[in-house]
Nanobody, 122 residues
Protein backbone atom coordinates (compact mmCIF):
# COMPACT_ATOMS: atom_id res chain seq x y z
CA UNK A 1 0.00 0.00 0.00
CA UNK A 2 1.28 3.46 -0.90
CA UNK A 3 -0.01 6.86 0.13
CA UNK A 4 0.62 10.22 -1.51
CA UNK A 5 -0.38 13.61 -0.12
CA UNK A 6 -1.32 16.55 -2.32
CA UNK A 7 0.90 19.64 -2.15
CA UNK A 8 -0.89 22.88 -1.24
CA UNK A 9 2.37 24.67 -0.28
CA UNK A 10 1.67 28.18 1.02
CA UNK A 11 -1.69 28.99 2.61
CA UNK A 12 -2.84 32.42 3.74
CA UNK A 13 -3.96 32.90 7.35
CA UNK A 14 -7.66 32.42 8.02
CA UNK A 15 -8.05 30.50 4.74
CA UNK A 16 -9.22 26.89 4.58
CA UNK A 17 -6.71 24.13 4.00
CA UNK A 18 -7.54 20.99 2.07
CA UNK A 19 -5.14 18.09 1.69
CA UNK A 20 -5.94 14.95 -0.24
CA UNK A 21 -4.32 11.57 0.27
CA UNK A 22 -4.39 9.17 -2.65
CA UNK A 23 -4.07 5.53 -1.67
CA UNK A 24 -2.83 2.86 -4.07
CA UNK A 25 -2.37 -0.87 -3.63
CA UNK A 26 -5.52 -1.45 -1.62
CA UNK A 27 -8.99 0.02 -1.09
CA UNK A 28 -9.62 2.53 1.69
CA UNK A 29 -12.68 0.45 2.49
CA UNK A 30 -10.43 -2.27 3.94
CA UNK A 31 -10.21 -2.69 7.72
CA UNK A 32 -7.87 0.24 8.44
CA UNK A 33 -8.06 3.69 9.94
CA UNK A 34 -6.89 6.39 7.52
CA UNK A 35 -5.30 9.21 9.48
CA UNK A 36 -3.89 12.66 9.15
CA UNK A 37 -0.87 13.47 11.31
CA UNK A 38 1.27 16.59 11.36
CA UNK A 39 4.63 17.65 12.71
CA UNK A 40 5.25 21.34 13.37
CA UNK A 41 8.84 22.56 13.17
CA UNK A 42 10.81 21.40 16.18
CA UNK A 43 7.88 19.46 17.66
CA UNK A 44 6.60 15.91 17.75
CA UNK A 45 3.92 14.17 15.74
CA UNK A 46 0.33 15.24 16.36
CA UNK A 47 -2.52 12.95 15.35
CA UNK A 48 -5.23 15.14 13.85
CA UNK A 49 -7.98 12.70 13.00
CA UNK A 50 -8.94 9.61 11.04
CA UNK A 51 -11.63 8.02 8.96
CA UNK A 52 -12.41 4.36 9.41
CA UNK A 53 -12.83 1.88 6.57
CA UNK A 54 -16.58 2.17 7.10
CA UNK A 55 -16.59 5.97 6.80
CA UNK A 56 -16.77 7.03 10.45
CA UNK A 57 -14.68 10.08 11.33
CA UNK A 58 -12.73 10.70 14.53
CA UNK A 59 -10.98 13.92 15.48
CA UNK A 60 -8.43 15.18 17.95
CA UNK A 61 -10.43 17.28 20.45
CA UNK A 62 -7.79 20.03 20.26
CA UNK A 63 -8.89 20.65 16.66
CA UNK A 64 -12.60 20.29 17.28
CA UNK A 65 -14.65 22.70 15.23
CA UNK A 66 -11.91 23.32 12.67
CA UNK A 67 -11.33 19.87 11.22
CA UNK A 68 -13.25 17.45 9.07
CA UNK A 69 -12.22 14.44 7.01
CA UNK A 70 -14.04 13.22 3.94
CA UNK A 71 -13.44 10.47 1.43
CA UNK A 72 -14.05 9.56 -2.18
CA UNK A 73 -14.08 5.80 -2.46
CA UNK A 74 -14.33 5.95 -6.26
CA UNK A 75 -10.92 7.67 -6.34
CA UNK A 76 -9.56 5.84 -3.28
CA UNK A 77 -8.82 9.18 -1.62
CA UNK A 78 -9.47 10.82 1.71
CA UNK A 79 -9.25 14.53 2.35
CA UNK A 80 -8.39 16.71 5.33
CA UNK A 81 -10.26 19.98 5.68
CA UNK A 82 -8.91 22.48 8.22
CA UNK A 83 -10.61 25.84 8.64
CA UNK A 84 -9.25 29.21 9.71
CA UNK A 85 -5.58 28.26 9.58
CA UNK A 86 -2.94 30.27 11.42
CA UNK A 87 0.87 30.21 11.40
CA UNK A 88 0.61 27.65 14.22
CA UNK A 89 -0.74 25.21 11.62
CA UNK A 90 2.56 25.33 9.73
CA UNK A 91 3.84 21.76 9.67
CA UNK A 92 4.68 18.72 7.61
CA UNK A 93 1.41 16.91 7.07
CA UNK A 94 1.28 13.15 6.68
CA UNK A 95 -1.44 10.72 5.78
CA UNK A 96 -1.24 7.19 7.09
CA UNK A 97 -3.07 3.90 7.23
CA UNK A 98 -3.09 1.84 10.41
CA UNK A 99 -5.05 -0.70 12.39
CA UNK A 100 -4.78 1.81 15.24
CA UNK A 101 -7.14 4.75 15.49
CA UNK A 102 -4.62 7.21 16.87
CA UNK A 103 -1.02 7.35 15.69
CA UNK A 104 1.79 9.22 17.45
CA UNK A 105 4.81 7.42 16.05
CA UNK A 106 5.94 5.84 12.80
CA UNK A 107 5.24 2.16 13.36
CA UNK A 108 6.70 -0.09 10.63
CA UNK A 109 3.40 -1.97 10.54
CA UNK A 110 1.63 1.20 9.37
CA UNK A 111 1.56 2.82 5.95
CA UNK A 112 2.73 6.43 5.65
CA UNK A 113 2.89 9.00 2.91
CA UNK A 114 6.13 10.90 2.41
CA UNK A 115 4.65 14.06 3.91
CA UNK A 116 3.97 17.49 2.49
CA UNK A 117 5.06 20.86 3.84
CA UNK A 118 2.28 23.34 4.55
CA UNK A 119 3.28 26.87 5.44
CA UNK A 120 0.72 29.37 6.70
CA UNK A 121 1.92 32.88 6.12
CA UNK A 122 0.82 36.17 4.69
Amino acid sequence: VQLQESCPGLVLPWQPLSLTCTVSGGPITRDYFWSWIRQPPGKGLEWMGAMSYSGSAYYNPSLSGRISISRDTSKNQFTLHLNSVSPEDTAVYYCAGSLKLSIDSKDPDDYWGQGTQVTVSS
